[in-house]
């Protein structure tokens, strides 16, 4: 199977090493470095050096983490792009008091930081980009649940429920079709005001629920083109149920999607655990016959939960 992380560990190390260059030259020969250049002062340049060190070892533990984190790339990137524009600043500003070897030196160190920063932002896209199809991207977030699948499967089905669980959903309600079949359309709002329609297209009973993002509504807040939402179970035991929940979307902008993927995978792993706790909770007193809570059960358990 592909390694969909190999370009962005080998970009992100790329970084790393020009990064430990450029710091060993500025922290053995500031001084030089500032003559070199016409600007700035030795202090400066061993301080830089010293930034860009730290900053380097940054990025060696990013690449070689077991699970790359992507949204940390993503600052990575946003600092490459920082570098860039300051770069560009610098020469625009003080033209004048710059030599021609500093000019050159400054603009060619930030062309090599924007080509890391290019590489980096791909490799993003790479860690998310569906092996099905050319430029769909995918989420997924696996959880382990303590309850029976088949009480999950009655909390996960009940489309009129979901705003029980998730955090910043102020409603959820089944506007058209039969709740229980192909065909439903669930309408959403969230505490800010926005909102938008799915509806269900894949009803596996006991197993798999597919809900299709209504993108062409007018007003739909996310920047797709299409989108997905799924989610699938599996018995692990009497009592324990593995939880596959799965994001596909088409983007309006590549672009776009280098700062929404990573930021998105960050709040999904960061909340669903706990809104899978909660549906956990609820599916216990299911399985025990009790009826649910006005506001469901919290729980302090760790869930085990990982991008699948």
């Known amino acids: 199977m592909k390694d969909q992380s190999s370009l962005l560990r080998t970009s992100l190390k790329a970084n790393a090493i020009f990064s430990v260059i450029c710091a060993a030259v500025l922290i053995t020969n500031s001084d030089a470095i500032a003559s070199l250049i016409g600007l700035g002062s030795k202090a400066f340049y061993l301080t ?38 300051g770069s560009v600043l610098v020469v625009a500003v003080y033209h004048g008091e710059l030599s021609d070897k500093g000019l050159v030196i400054i603009l060619g160190v930030a062309v090599c930081v924007a080509a890391f920063g290019i ?14 199809e050319p430029g769909l991207y995918r989420i997924c977030l696996k959880i382990r649940a303590e309850a029976k699948y088949t009480d999950i499967w009655d909390i996960v089905s009940n489309l009129a429920g979901i705003a029980r669980y998730v955090k910043g959903l102020e409603s959820s309600e089944v506007s058209d079709g039969n709740a229980n079949k ?3 359309i669930r309408r959403c709002r969230d505490t800010s005001g926005k909102q938008w329609r799915e509806v269900c297209t894949t009803r596996t009973e006991g197993e798999f629920l597919e809900l299709k993002f209504l993108c062409e509504d007018k007003g739909f807040p996310f920047p797709m083109t299409e989108m997905l939402g799924s989610w699938h179970l599996t018995p692990m035991g009497e009592n324990e149920t593995s939880i596959d929940i799965i994001w596909e979307m088409k983007p309006k902008s590549q672009l776009l999607m280098v700062l929404f993927l990573p930021i998105m995978a960050s709040k999904i792993a960061s909340d669903f655990p706990d809104v899978v706790a909660k549906m956990e909770a609820d599916a216990q007193r299911l399985g025990a016959g009790l009826p649910l809570e006005t506001k469901p059960a919290t729980s302090n358990r760790q869930l085990i939960s990982g991008f699948c």
Do not use: E, M, T
């Not at 380097?56 to 946003?78: E, M, P, T």
């Open 119 to 132: 590489l980096q932002a791909r490799g993003i896209l790479n860690l998310f980009q569906s092996a099905s």
């Open 182 to 184: 192909v065909g439903a």
């Open 48 to 85: 830089l050096g010293v930034g860009l060190a730290l900053f380097a070892s940054r990025l060696f533990y990013l690449a070689g983490a077991k699970s790359i984190s992507a949204i940390n790339a993503l600052v990575a990137s946003i600092s490459d792009g920082i570098w860039v524009l």
